[in-house]
């Protein structure tokens, strides 16, 4: 499924895994979506479209892929949600033990549940932030509790979740919601202080993870059940440069990309957008790196480190 060897087209050099700081795992997993089918094709639609991008950013002055970027093997296990969730549990599992910043981009939502899950046992007072236009709350839905609409449910529960954007649940997710950590999108258009407000309930160590649906459809409209009344480009990237600011990003994923032919800006909003996260995560790295050479976690909150160091890869 991948359209080159590496990410976006990078020299070999910066690709390598042994020397390249970011990871980035393609999970093109659709098994559970309602709506429409397609979320499968979201990586491959990703990464032609990072083939087309240019590498250098303008407004960090930077080119993070010269820090590495590894494009993993895709987790391609689906025979059941489930399987599947654990899958990419593993994956990340092995590159966190590994150091790396780990990324991921979908697949749909359910992929997150994984993901979450190992980047919670690995870091203490993890803090989710969700943008969103679903609250993605239901305990199980359709006989799974891995299904899309069940995505941040386990992270309801064992983080501190923030939701941002949302404009679409069911009245039984708010019993579940804890809705002083709830951005959503009717009273985010008319409060010039979400921003902040969101950035005061985080926690240090803050996992982003972003259903393109959070977007508004008359920017991104190639998904599977888009919402009116979404995020924009500007006030989205600079609810992110807040958090890379001033917390410890310490991983992220991109889900819920439905390629259309005909659509095909929503494949370079998403390929810009996972570049845009990882220049501001790296941006003040030259600085950092003349003052404190050693690249590690340490003073990070990194908790239960032990217990991956025995997972034999
Ligand atoms: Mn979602």
């Not at 923030?162 to 409060?191: C, K, L, P, W, Y």
Request: glycine content about 6%.
């Amino acid at each position: 499924m991948k359209t080159t060897n590496t990410y976006a087209g990078i020299p070999e050099a910066y690709a390598v895994p042994e020397k390249s700081k970011i990871v980035l795992i393609p999970v093109p997993y659709d098994g559970t979506s309602t709506w429409k089918k397609g979320a499968d094709k979201g990586p491959e639609a990703f990464l032609a479209a990072s083939e087309n991008m240019e590498l250098y950013d303008i407004e960090t002055n930077s080119e993070v892929y010269k820090e590495g970027i590894y494009l993993s093997q895709a987790v391609t296990e689906n025979s059941t949600p489930e399987a599947m969730v654990e899958a990419v549990a593993e994956k990340v599992k092995k590159y966190l033990n590994r150091n790396k910043f780990v990324t991921l981009f979908g697949g749909e939502h359910s992929i997150s549940i994984g993901a979450i899950r190992s980047f919670a046992q690995f870091y203490e007072n993890l803090t989710v932030v969700q943008i969103d236009a679903h609250a993605d709350l239901r305990k199980s839905y359709q006989g799974s509790s891995c299904n899309h609409a069940c995505a941040l449910y386990e992270a309801s529960q064992t983080t501190n979740l923030i939701q941002v954007g949302i404009r679409s649940m069911d009245q039984s997710e708010r019993t579940v919601m804890n809705e002083d950590n709830v951005f959503f999108a009717h009273e985010m258009a008319n409060d010039a202080y979400w921003v902040e407000q969101a950035v005061e309930r985080m926690t240090d160590n803050v996992y982003i993870t972003i259903d393109l649906d959070g977007f508004d459809p008359s920017i991104l409209p190639a998904t599977g059940t888009p919402e009116p009344g979404g995020l924009l480009w500007y006030e989205t990237l600079d609810f992110l440069k807040e958090i890379f600011q001033s917390k410890n990003v310490v991983g992220f994923d991109i889900v819920e990309l439905c390629p259309d032919p005909s659509l095909f800006a929503s494949d370079f909003l998403a390929a810009k957008l996972y570049y845009k996260m990882l220049s501001y995560k790296f941006q003040s790295n030259e600085i950092e790196d003349l003052e404190d050479n050693d690249n590690d976690f340490s003073d990070k909150g990194l908790k239960n480190n032990a217990k991956f160091l025995n997972d034999g890869e």
